[in-house]
């Protein structure tokens, strides 16, 4: 069974930037694309960022264009979220999961890491 373990959130001041983990296991993550994901309190989960299976494709929302960073390390099995010049709208839970491309897209999955909180305050 496939386990996800996000790490790295954090409070920080609108412009401050943060680097979030996922630490997977029970899965061949160098097999799957991935994503991050984020929920912020009455809203969606949406994904924010995806990567293809060796990093060399990846994908952002508008929303966070030119600030995110998605990345990979396929020996590690851990995926990282670099985010640059955070907006107090960035405050969320972030959640990360692997799959094939249509469950990254779709958000199609049944198990889920605990995520991390981010807060972004003015």
């Known amino acids: 069974q496939v386990q996800l373990v996000e790490s790295g959130g954090g409070s920080v001041q609108a412009g401050g930037s943060l680097r979030l983990s996922c630490a997977t296991s029970?899965?061949?993550?160098?097999?799957?694309?991935m994503g991050w994901y984020r929920q912020a309190p009455g809203k969606q989960r949406e994904l924010v960022a995806r990567?293809?299976?060796?990093?060399?494709?990846?994908n952002y929302v508008d929303s966070v264009k030119g600030r995110f960073t998605i990345s990979r390390d396929n020996a590690k099995r851990t995926g990282y979220l670099q985010m640059n010049s955070l907006k107090p709208e960035d405050t969320a839970v972030y959640y990360c999961?692997?799959?094939?491309?249509?469950?990254?897209?779709?958000?199609?999955?049944?198990?889920w890491g605990q995520g991390t909180q981010v807060t972004v305050s003015s």
């Open positions: 990567t293809s299976m060796v990093g060399a494709n990846t």
């Open positions: 999961n692997v799959g094939s491309l249509v469950q990254v897209i779709t958000t199609n999955f049944t198990s």
């Open positions: 029970g899965i061949i993550f160098s097999g799957n694309y």
